[in-house]
Each structure stands twice: as structure tokens, then as C-alpha cells.
């Protein structure tokens, strides 16, 4: 493997830690890579370097989708930048503590979604029947879109988060189309109006938003949905997978409902959520360990080999829903630590609290190495999670 350049991404499956993970995390832990695009780049593994790539601002998002700019993929839009002044309003949408009754909603919403899948009986589909409207649920609500328009917002995620080595046609009018949704949305009654749409549209009254456009303000709304709700509903696949392979851990958190916090940060540490990870630009030339990157050059981080790394973590391989200490990466760090990991948090602990305890003999309805893995999505995602109870 030493004289091998590798391609990346390294593998598409969510449940199996890539081979290569840990070879490159003690022997070349900043090595370089080719990308899909073509384009070469280094690919940080280790936990010290990854997390100094996350939280050093000499590497950084801003000018990933500029044209010419190496990347993992093709970049299917150029987005336009809407300005800093947007984002108190989009903080104050993603803190669980600002929608009254948030909690409590989301176990309700939780509830109801297992009714209908205890109406339907098994075998179900967990993804499509509870993680995907659950996650769509959520993302609606913050920013004020009618729950019953779910289906076709979600379905387009399966076009705006497709990976390729070159643009292709089908992804911007993808794009445009959403764009085109929540600019729609913006311009309702004003009596329809509610969540991050709501506070969005009263800004263009305000002189110092002048600068702000519809389309600026809809492809903010548009890029929240997409992001949020493409990786809340992965994870929870993921995790509710993690737990279905290992019996009797969805016991101890029936039993232990005190240690669901715990459990929710150990089963992002040990997730493979991103199969194309997001790029940094190195912004001046900076030393990582014994590598010089230069400056313009691209940077990737390895999640899953940082995130396994035994210096950090004691014994990794193991899922302990009880792990103390638990600083993963799931959520980023530094300037571009994820703004809604709590409200994320929130999210998981309600979905599987509500799972484990109304669903308690839940388990594969196919055997695991008969799930389909997706491939050419930014994160990795099972087709299907067929269960029954």
C-alpha cells in the first residue's frame, strides 16, 4: 500500500471502517490522494492533525466552489454568499431551546411516526417509514414549510447531494428547483409565514439587508433543509443499524434511559457518516506533522480515521454507550463546528428513546450483509433498513 496512490473516498459502506483507515493513521497520516474529480489533494487521518485542519483557520471553506478550485468532486452549483448578517437569524432557528415546546414536539412527531409503522406492520422499511419524515419533520418546522411537502424536498436530496467526477445537468436544475420552492415560500402571506422563512423575509424591510436578494435569502433556506435533513436522517439509519447488530445494547438504553446522551455521542463518534468529505483551502503554506501543504492546496479530513484513533479513544473498535471521555468530530470544530449539534443531539436522543422503548424487539428483517449501500452520495447512506419487531 506504501507506493500505492490511493483514490478516494475510500469505501461507501456506513458499518465497516475502511482498511485503510488505520494503516494511513500510524504510518502516513497526511498522505495524498486522488480525489473523483481527479484532483489531488492530502488526506489528514490522524486525530491531533485532523482536528488542527478543523479548527486552524489557515484552512478554510471559503473558496472550495470557486471555479478551478480542486475539490472531491464536481461542484454541481456555485452558490452566492449571503453575508454574515444572516446568521444570527439562522443560529437562533437551530438552538432547541428557541422553539417553544421543541422537545416535547419532537416526541410527539416521534410517536406518531412508529403508530403508522405499528399500523403497518412488519416487515417495514425504518428509513423511509421513520428516519427520513422524521429528520423532514424537524427541518420543516425550523424553517416554516408545510410538513405535507416533505416528500418531494426530500426526494430531491437524492440529486442535490449526488457525487460526480464532472457537473451534470439533472443537479442544478435540482437545485434551482428548491431554490425556486423556498423563494415561493418567502413571498407567501404574510400570515403564513413562520420559522427561518419567516425571520428570512422580514429582514429585506430592514435598510441593512438591502443587499440581500430573494434567491440569496431562498438558497439559505434551501441549503439548511438539504444539509440538516440529509444528515440527521443518515445517522439515524446508521445509528439505529449500530444497535440492531449488537443485541443488547438497545436493552441497556431501555434500561438506562440516563445514559441516552452518552449513548448519542458515541454512536456519532463511531458513524461513518461522509463518504466525500467537505474540502478545506489551505490559505497560507502551513507544516501538518512532517508534511508542508501549501498554500491553495486542498486538505480532506479522514472522520473515521480520526475518530479511531486508540491515542485518543481507549479501544475504538468497541461501541461503549457508556464512553466518559468522547471527543469526536462528528460535528467539525473551530469557526465551522456544526451550528445545529445541539439541536441534532436533540433530535437523536428523542428518536431513539422513542424506538427502544415502544419497539423493544426490533431487529433486521434481512440479513446485514444483504443491505445496499449507496453509492455516489456525500454521505453513506443503507438504500433500505428493512426491520420488524
Excluded at 114 to 135: E, N, T, Y
Aim: glycine share 10%.
Amino acid at each position: 500500500m506504501s507506493d500505492r496512490l490511493l483514490d478516494f473516498p475510500l469505501a461507501r459502506r456506513g458499518d465497516v471502517v475502511p482498511e485503510e483507515g488505520s494503516w494511513l493513521r500510524e504510518q502516513r497520516p497526511v498522505a495524498r490522494v486522488r480525489t473523483l474529480s481527479g484532483d489531488m489533494a492530502w488526506l489528514v487521518s490522524s486525530y491531533p492533525l485532523a482536528r488542527k485542519v478543523l479548527e486552524d483557520e489557515r484552512f478554510a471553506l471559503r473558496g472550495t466552489a470557486a471555479p478551478g478550485a480542486p475539490g472531491p468532486y464536481a461542484h454541481p452549483r456555485a452558490g452566492r454568499d449571503a453575508g454574515a448578517g444572516l446568521r444570527g437569524a439562522v443560529m437562533k432557528a437551530l438552538n432547541p431551546r428557541t422553539g417553544k415546546g421543541m422537545h416535547g414536539w419532537l416526541r410527539i412527531t416521534a410517536d406518531r411516526l412508529i403508530d403508522d409503522l405499528m399500523a403497518w406492520g412488519p416487515p417495514v422499511d425504518l428509513r423511509a417509514g421513520f428516519a427520513d419524515p422524521f429528520s423532514a419533520a424537524l427541518h420543516c418546522k425550523i424553517l416554516g414549510v408545510p410538513f405535507e411537502d416533505w416528500p418531494r424536498l426530500m426526494s430531491s436530496l437524492d440529486v442535490a447531494f449526488m457525487t460526480s467526477a464532472q457537473p451534470f445537468e439533472g443537479s442544478q436544475l435540482n437545485w434551482y428547483k428548491d431554490v425556486g420552492y423556498m423563494a415561493e415560500r418567502l413571498n407567501a402571506p404574510a400570515s403564513e409565514r413562520s420559522g427561518l422563512l419567516g425571520e428570512l423575509a422580514a429582514l429585506r424591510e430592514d435598510p441593512l439587508s438591502s443587499h440581500l436578494t430573494d434567491e440569496m435569502l431562498a438558497t439559505v433556506a434551501a441549503s439548511l433543509f438539504g444539509a440538516g435533513a440529509v444528515s440527521t436522517s443518515a445517522f439515524l439509519a446508521r445509528a439505529m443499524l449500530a444497535l440492531l447488530q449488537r443485541p443488547g445494547l438497545a436493552g441497556f438504553l431501555r434500561d438506562r434511559p440516563d445514559r441516552m446522551g452518552r449513548a448519542v455521542d458515541e454512536l456519532l463518534r463511531g458513524n461513518l457518516p461522509v463518504g466525500d468529505v467537505p474540502p478545506r483551502l489551505a490559505l497560507a503554506d502551513v507544516h501538518l506533522g512532517d508534511v508542508l501543504v501549501r498554500e491553495g492546496e486542498l486538505v480532506l479530513v479522514l472522520v473515521e480515521g480520526a475518530t479511531f484513533d486508540p491515542e485518543v479513544f481507549e479501544h475504538p473498535e468497541i461501541l461503549n454507550l457508556n464512553r466518559e471521555y468522547n471527543p469526536h468530530l462528528a460535528f467539525g470544530g473551530g469557526r465551522h463546528l456544526c451550528p445545529a449539534s445541539a439541536l441534532g443531539r436533540a433530535h437523536a436522543r428523542t428518536a431513539l428513546t422513542a424506538l427502544v422503548e415502544r419497539m423493544p424487539r426490533l431487529g433486521l428483517a434481512v440479513p446485514e450483509e444483504r443491505l445496499v449501500w449507496r453509492t455516489g452520495l456525500i454521505t453513506r447512506l443503507p438504500e433500505r433498513l428493512p426491520v420488524l419487531w
